[in-house]
């Protein structure tokens, strides 16, 4: 016999379980067949992470090589970094990331039924690029202090070797990782289980803590600067976006997506 599977555009991604059971009479037999793995599908004109162009599907999809922009306004710098997406293991690697999640420990049915949307699979896979939630997370992030005894995160060249590392030391996080790493990680991810994904890098990045829309300095009467404020701008910072549609805002809001990895605040 032959089997011809056609699967829904919005089903769910992860890892199938194929039996063949055949009732004959009173008698059942079943036996399994093997497995297969179904992901999203940018070629797919039904799937939220449809991408029309093989321009940019070749690019945010294919290419496992990059270039991360750095430094600051003055003084850009571009570094080469290897995705490889498609590297030996690095599937599994992704799929047991969805699976140690605190989404799934909590609830596994409602998890693993919302894996069709990219939407919520890219909100658990940012949440696990960062170990910062005592989730077994890809990386620790570490911006100042001595990294004498584990890697400098200006060393890191590609994810390849940080998800493997993470695997080989049972899902500790792996240490160090900034903004740069965290994206290069997470694209990769991303791109693996087929969602399309870029990365961006800003620049005199104003960091707003209180949600006002304004980066707030305060100075006494005398003009000395008052250290109070939590705001701040950076000389940069990288994150990532994402490719889909959003049917809960509406089509004006369809294509790129703002992700970000890097775990300075908490947040959902």
Same mark, same amino acid.
């Given at each position: 016999?032959? #089997?011809?599977?056609?699967?829904?555009?919005?089903?769910?991604?992860?890892?199938?379980?194929?039996?063949?059971?055949?009732?004959?009479?009173?008698?059942? #037999?079943?036996?399994?067949?093997?497995?297969?793995?179904?992901? #999203?599908?940018?070629?797919?004109?039904?799937?939220?992470?449809?991408?029309?162009?093989?321009?940019?599907?070749?690019?945010?999809?294919?290419? $496992?090589n990059g270039i991360i922009f750095?430094?600051?306004?003055?003084?850009?710098?571009?570094?080469?970094?290897?995705?490889?997406?498609?590297?030996?293991?690095?599937?599994?690697?992704?799929?047991?990331?969805?699976?140690?999640?605190?989404?799934?420990? +909590?609830?596994? =049915?409602?998890?693993?039924?919302?894996?069709?949307?990219?939407?919520?699979?890219?909100?658990? /896979?940012?949440?696990?690029?960062?170990?910062?939630?005592?989730?077994?997370?890809?990386?620790?992030?570490?911006? +100042?202090?001595?990294?004498?005894?584990?890697?400098?995160?200006?060393?890191?060249?590609?994810?390849?070797?940080?998800?493997?590392?993470?695997?080989?030391?049972?899902?500790?996080?792996?240490?160090?990782?900034?903004?740069?790493?965290?994206?290069?990680?997470?694209?990769?991810?991303?791109?693996?289980?087929?969602?399309?994904?870029?990365?961006?890098?800003?620049?005199?990045? =104003?960091?707003?803590?209180d949600r006002n829309l304004s /980066?707030?300095?305060?100075?006494?009467?005398?003009?000395?600067?008052?250290?109070?404020?939590?705001?701040?701008?950076?000389?940069?910072?990288?994150?990532?976006?994402?490719? #889909?549609?959003?049917?809960?805002?509406?089509?004006?809001?369809?294509?790129? +997506?703002?992700?970000?990895?890097?775990?300075? $605040?908490?947040s959902k």
């Amino acid at each position: 016999m032959t #089997f011809t599977i056609y699967s829904p555009a919005n089903a769910v991604i992860g890892r199938y379980n194929l039996i063949l059971q055949v009732n004959s009479g009173n008698k059942i #037999f079943s036996r399994f067949l093997g497995q297969f793995v179904l992901l #999203f599908n940018p070629w797919c004109p039904g799937d939220d992470v449809y991408m029309d162009n093989e321009n940019e599907r070749q690019e945010y999809v294919l290419n $496992e090589n990059g270039i991360i922009f750095v430094g600051n306004a003055k003084y850009i710098e571009a570094r080469g970094w290897y995705y490889g997406q498609f590297q030996d293991h690095l599937l599994n690697i992704c799929l047991t990331m969805l699976d140690l999640s605190l989404y799934y420990r +909590q609830d596994p =049915a409602i998890d693993v039924s919302r894996r069709g949307d990219p939407k919520y699979v890219g909100r658990v /896979i940012s949440s696990m690029i960062n170990g910062n939630d005592n989730d077994n997370g890809v990386l620790l992030g570490k911006w +100042q202090g001595s990294f004498h005894s584990d890697e400098n995160p200006s060393r890191w060249d590609g994810s390849v070797v940080i998800l493997q590392k993470w695997r080989q030391d049972n899902y500790k996080p792996v240490q160090y990782g900034q903004c740069w790493v965290f994206a290069g990680v997470m694209c990769t991810v991303l791109r693996c289980l087929g969602i399309p994904t870029r990365l961006v890098s800003n620049f005199n990045s =104003a960091h707003d803590v209180d949600r006002n829309l304004s /980066i707030d300095k305060y100075y006494d009467s005398s003009g000395k600067s008052l250290n109070i404020s939590k705001d701040s701008t950076w000389d940069y910072h990288v994150w990532n976006e994402s490719w #889909f549609i959003r049917p809960d805002l509406g089509t004006s809001y369809n294509g790129w +997506q703002v992700l970000d990895a890097t775990p300075q $605040e908490q947040s959902k």
